[in-house]
């Protein structure tokens, strides 16, 4: 591998990093489960944000639900309603222009279904992105599935690409199969908490690692 480059391609995580959409997926992931009759703090629904919705259910009520399906529905109706307040996070488009004017290998892979993946990228401004999201693997973050599925389509082995993501659920899924994640802070979560999860790295945001990658 002497003088090939460390990083062949690079996995953007869209939820939370590209898009400024956490505290979105937090109030209205709270909304569903009071209307269901169920009262999760919005602290601990923070804390489990970034993993799939069939994991996170289960996660947030310590046990598997009969409501798992309505519960998912009610989210997303209720994320989609509100899809309008969206913004990129800073230096999203800047990153992603970044890699392709210097031709780095990249693709989106996200834990979003496919709707809600649509509504990510069109507040980004960049509908035309490949992506990898949760329709396309059986198991969502933090299993590894889905990055793996994304090194497929693109041609990378594992270890030999980087994950940008904002959660430690990303983390864990890229140190599951030797990916390398930088992690960004616009996920709300803390530096140990990252770090700890096996982020190798933590920034501000994505114009952080604007020409680092």
């Known amino acids: 591998m002497t003088g090939t480059p460390y990083i ?111 509504a990510l990228l069109a507040a980004l401004g960049r509908q035309d992105l490949d992506s990898t999201d949760a329709g396309d693997v059986d198991s969502p973050k933090p299993a590894p599935d889905l990055l793996l599925a994304a090194c497929q389509e693109l041609g990378v082995d594992p270890d030999r690409a980087t994950l940008v993501g904002d959660s430690p659920w990303d983390a864990e899924a890229a140190i599951k199969v030797g990916m390398r994640c930088l992690a960004v802070r616009t996920g709300g979560f803390g530096d140990d908490r990252l770090l700890d999860a096996g982020a190798d790295d933590v920034v501000d945001d994505p114009l952080a690692l604007v020409g680092r990658l």
């Open 8 to 118: 062949a391609a690079v996995l953007l995580d869209l939820d939370g990093t590209l898009v400024d959409s956490v505290y979105l997926h937090v109030q209205t992931w709270q909304q569903a489960l009071r209307e269901a009759g169920l009262d999760v703090p919005a602290w601990r629904v923070h804390a489990g944000i970034g993993m799939g919705s069939d994991r996170l259910v289960p996660w947030l009520l310590g046990r598997h639900t009969e409501q798992q399906s309505e519960l998912s529905d009610a989210h997303h109706r209720l994320f989609l309603e509100r899809a309008d307040e969206l913004r990129p996070t800073r230096g999203a488009r800047e990153l992603v222009e970044d890699l392709e004017r210097r031709k780095v290998p990249f693709t989106i892979a996200t834990s979003a279904k496919p709707p809600v993946r649509k």
